[in-house]
Structures are given as structure tokens and as C-alpha cells.
């Protein structure tokens, strides 16, 4: 066969997974929570498949869970999509990035990722014979480069993918960027995926801006995002996708002969546990304290965090203990400490020498602390 993907291998956060499994090490790596979820939403789960809720969903997902999260979109971030047009329940959000971008990409068209970018995007781009345009975030704070993107459209552009909070580096957008965007998409086919999975893990008071609150934003995107971050179930892959309904109607046309319905049971579940705003509204004060009780453990070590503003991801730089590249130097930790993290590269199309690794913090507070225990002896 000829391969879609050449030079492409295992993603990285199964390659990571798989060797701190193998060698009995600490897994900070790839993103899950290590503790329980709760009792409530298991319960829920239990009840609708006693109830008989086990067969196809319709096509788009269960309406209860799809009203639900039309009403979360609209108290928090007064815009309306209706359930029945707008929204679609996917297989996790990874589901609704790959149909979204097919949608959107034909072969010769160029889609804007910004880089570190999550490992999904490039490659969904490529499958559909498209072009990634690869832009770096600009250090100290991952910001975008605005006078650079502009550079970048072409007659050719048709996506800009944006991810706020942003894995790996938890930088999230501003009211600037969101200016910014409107100014090149108002008047160009040019369209937009936004991933919004860590909506609801925003720290230090901040309040989570979604593409969704720009109207001229709004008629022009895929708003992604996923209840595995949210309530701590990413084995349970659901998520959803929001979009203007000629946008929506192209993306059931994908969705339906790509898995057809999702999970029905856990669809109704969900349903049931968002009518409690608290469940999601306190995730984020949650991770803030795992954070910050991270952050509090390392400050003597030799690792240096970079500001993480979202997600529940943090960036080490590493440079006073090592002037190995970050794959090798991951690969030693695992060795020699037995904490696996993830190296930046993979999130990058090109060679850098960033000596930065992420770690995933939704960790319970017992390993955090052997983690750090074992990172401050370098
Ligand atoms: N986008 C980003 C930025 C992510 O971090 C993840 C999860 N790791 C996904 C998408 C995929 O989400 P899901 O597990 O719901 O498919
Ligand atoms: N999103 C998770 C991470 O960034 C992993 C998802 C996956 O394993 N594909 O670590």
C-alpha cells in the first residue's frame, strides 16, 4: 500500500505510556487523571443501562446531552447553537478534529497550525492531501504571531486551527487575538477549528474565551471540545462539536459513515451530570491547586516551569541539568528516576533545541509528590 502517513510513527503519548508501563515508572506523561471520577456519574451511567438506554444513538447524539450543551455554550459564552442543528456528539474531540478538517480540507489547501501544536492536526491535514503551514508561538508566553500569520495566507489558506488552553504549553488567547483572527477571516473563505478541550481549566481568575463569543468568529468555526477533560473520563472518548448549520450539515455527512452515533449510555449520563453546573464550573480552582501544589514541590529542584495559565499540563526547561535534547533526556529519566514525561519535539515539524519536557499534573497529590521527590535529585 502506499502510505498516507509516510514518516509518521506511534504518537507520542502512547510510545511514553507504554515504556513508563514497562519500566514501573511514574506516568507523567501522556494527559489522564490517575484518580477516581465521581461516584455521582457512575451511578448515572449504571441507571441508564439498567433503563434500557442501549442501543444506537441517533446519528448527531442523544438530544438531552445535546440541548445540555447548548445551554452550557450559551450561559457561558452567551451565543446560541441550536441542539438540533448546531450541535454534534463525537468520539472524543479527537473524532470532531479529524471529520472537522476533512470537511474543510481539500487536496492542495493549506491549513495554519500553530506549533508546539497537539499531534493530531497535522496529520488529519495530510490524510486529506492538504498542506500544514507551520507557525511557531513565540516565547516567553506562547503568544501568536500575528504579523506572521498574516505573511503566511495565500490564496491557498482555508484553516486556521487554534487551541485555547493550548496543549503543551497551557497559553491560552486573548481579547487581542480574537480581534486579530476576525480581522483576517471577515473577508477571506478562510475557516477555523477551534479546540477548546481544557475550556474548563483556566487558572489564576481568568475566565476561559471561546471563538464562539465573536460572531464573524462564530459563523466561520468548528468549536471542538471534550468531556474526557472535563469529568475526568478520557477512556470514555465523547465530545462534541458546535457549528453554524451549513458548517454542521457537511460535518454529519462525514460523521455518520465515520462511526455513525456515539456511546448511548454515557451520552445520557453526561446529560444528567451537567444539569449540575458545579461539575464542570469547579474544575478549574481543582487543577489550580494541583498545580500550584506541584509548582510548590519543585521550586528547589533544578526544573524551571514555565507559566502554565490552563490545561492540566506543565513545561519544565531542564537546561541546568542536562544539554541533552529532550527525547534523550526523557528517555534518561525514565532510566534513572523512573518519572516519565513528554518531550517537546514531537509537537514541533522542525528540529529545535528548546530544552523543554511537559508534564501532566491531574496526578494524585501522592504520586505528584514522589514525582517531585524523584526529580529533585538532579
Ligand atoms: N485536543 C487536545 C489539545 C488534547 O489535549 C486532546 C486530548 N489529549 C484532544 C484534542 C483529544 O481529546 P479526546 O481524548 O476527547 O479525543
Ligand atoms: N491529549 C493527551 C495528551 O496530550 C493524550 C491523548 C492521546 O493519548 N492521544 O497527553
Redesign the pocket.
Same mark, same amino acid.
Given at each position: 500500500i502506499k502510505s498516507k502517513l509516510k514518516n509518521i510513527g506511534m &504518537?507520542i503519548?502512547?510510545v511514553m505510556t507504554k515504556l513508563a508501563n514497562e519500566k514501573n515508572a511514574i506516568n507523567l506523561?501522556?494527559? !489522564?487523571p490517575d484518580f477516581d471520577i465521581s461516584p455521582k456519574l457512575i451511578e448515572f451511567v449504571n441507571h441508564f443501562m439498567k433503563d434500557g438506554k442501549n442501543q444506537y444513538a441517533p446519528m448527531p447524539g442523544v438530544p438531552e446531552l445535546r440541548k445540555m450543551v447548548s445551554s452550557k455554550i450559551e450561559k457561558l459564552y452567551n451565543c446560541k447553537y441550536d441542539f438540533e442543528s448546531d450541535i454534534t456528539i463525537t468520539v472524543g474531540a479527537?473524532q470532531a478534529l479529524y471529520t472537522a478538517i476533512s470537511v474543510l480540507i481539500n487536496p492542495g489547501d493549506e491549513a495554519i497550525i500553530f506549533e508546539p501544536a497537539?499531534? &493530531?492536526y497535522a496529520p488529519s491535514v495530510i490524510v486529506n492531501g492538504g498542506k500544514p503551514i507551520y507557525i511557531s508561538l513565540q516565547l516567553p508566553d506562547f503568544s501568536i504571531p500575528w504579523s506572521e500569520v498574516n505573511s503566511a495566507i495565500t490564496s491557498k489558506t482555508k484553516l486556521i486551527i487554534i487551541n485555547s488552553p493550548h496543549?503543551?504549553t497551557g497559553a491560552v488567547i486573548s481579547q487581542d487575538d480574537i480581534n486579530e483572527l476576525e480581522r483576517i477571516v471577515r473577508d477571506r473563505n478562510i475557516f477555523i477549528i477551534s479546540d477548546e478541550v481544557y475550556e474548563h481549566i483556566v487558572f489564576d481568575g481568568n475566565k476561559h474565551i471561546s471563538i464562539s463569543e465573536s460572531e464573524i468568529l462564530r459563523n466561520k468555526s468548528f468549536v471542538i471540545s471534550s468531556f474526557g477533560k472535563t469529568f475526568h473520563t478520557?477512556g470514555w472518548k465523547i465530545g462534541y462539536c458546535a457549528a453554524q448549520k451549513i458548517l454542521t450539515e457537511e460535518f454529519r455527512k462525514l460523521h455518520q459513515f465515520i462511526v455513525f452515533a456515539v456511546n448511548t449510555p454515557i451520552q445520557y449520563a453526561y446529560a444528567e451530570f451537567l444539569k449540575d453546573e458545579k461539575n464542570y464550573l469547579d474544575v478549574s480552582s481543582f487543577y489550580q491547586k494541583k498545580r500550584d501544589f506541584f509548582l510548590e514541590l519543585i521550586k528547589d529542584s533544578k526544573f524551571k516551569p514555565l507559566h502554565s495559565k490552563g490545561t492540566y !499540563?506543565q513545561l519544565l526547561d531542564y537546561s541546568q541539568i542536562s544539554d541533552k535534547d529532550d527525547f534523550n533526556f526523557a528517555f534518561e529519566l525514565i532510566e534513572n528516576i523512573k518519572v516519565a514525561v513528554?518531550p517537546l519535539s514531537p509537537f514541533y515539524s522542525r528540529q529545535n533545541d528548546n530544552k523543554l519536557v511537559r508534564i501532566?499534573f491531574a496526578k494524585k497529590d501522592e504520586v505528584l509528590y514522589e514525582a517531585s521527590q524523584r526529580m529533585k535529585k538532579l
Open positions: &504518537s503519548f502512547a506523561s501522556q494527559g !489522564f479527537t497537539y499531534d &493530531s496543549n503543551p478520557t !499540563f513528554i501532566c
